[in-house]
T-cell receptor, first 119, second 112 residues
């Protein structure tokens, strides 16, 4: 069964600090997708990144970077030089299993990490 | 760019009442997903539709039903509402069951 674990429930940092959000996943599938979503206090879910299981290249987008390691089943997210606007709940998610009668869009979310960035 | 539209944004109902949530996917998206997020919880998959047919079903209570119409919009109907149904309900859409999902802003349902 698909499972995502975000062990960090809450993280507080001061502005300009770097912060890494951890995500560990479990799946028996060889093909799968991993995601990060941001949920600000207003409540919407903002898509940040998708990574497929065959692409282990790290990705950088501005102050955001992601480290995908299949060997440890981890997909960690780092924010460099954090800002107050980064304060939100961040969810890591794993796609469903299309070959088990399910659909890829049946996402399995972790419990989320509440990030608070103080000025 | 057009996004997923959900209505209403907020809804207050009493126990045992019924509620209908609507979702309008991004144009040309034919796949719709519904998720429920309880207070302080992660989003949980309820049900999905592809080309107007149910494509997957998650932990959706029997009191809930949903459908996708010919214009691809979807409605989630909830009957005999319970206090525990209070949650943020997200709709998401995609094209041809592909990823990623594009989420709407959600409907916040409060049952009193």
């Amino acid at each position: 069964a698909q499972k995502v674990t975000q062990a960090q429930t809450e993280i507080s940092v001061v502005e300009k600090e770097d912060v890494t959000l951890d995500c560990v996943y479990e799946t028996r599938d060889t093909t799968y997708y991993l995601f990060w979503y941001k949920q600000p206090p207003s409540g919407e879910l903002v898509f940040l990144i998708r990574r497929n299981s065959f692409d282990e290249q790290n990705e950088i987008s501005g102050r955001y970077s992601w480290n995908f390691q299949k060997s440890t089943s981890s997909f960690n997210f780092t924010i460099t030089a954090s800002q107050v606007v980064d304060s939100a709940v961040y969810f890591c998610a794993l796609s469903g299993s299309a070959d088990r009668g399910s659909t890829l869009g049946r996402l399995y979310f972790g419990r989320g990490t509440q990030l608070t960035v103080w000025p | 760019a057009a996004g997923v539209i959900q209505s209403p944004r907020h809804l207050i109902k009493e126990k045992r009442e019924t509620a209908t949530l609507k979702c309008y996917p991004i144009p040309r998206h034919d796949t719709v997903y519904w998720y429920q997020q309880g207070p302080g919880q992660d989003p949980q998959f309820l049900i999905s539709f592809y080309e107007k047919m149910q494509s997957d079903k998650g932990s959706i209570p029997d009191r809930f039903s949903a459908q996708q119409f010919s214009d691809y919009h979807s409605e989630l109907n909830m009957s005999s509402l319970e206090l525990g149904d209070s949650a943020l309900y997200f709709c998401a859409s995609s094209r041809d069951r592909s990823l990623p999902l594009h989420f709407g802003n959600g409907t916040r349902l409060t049952v009193t």
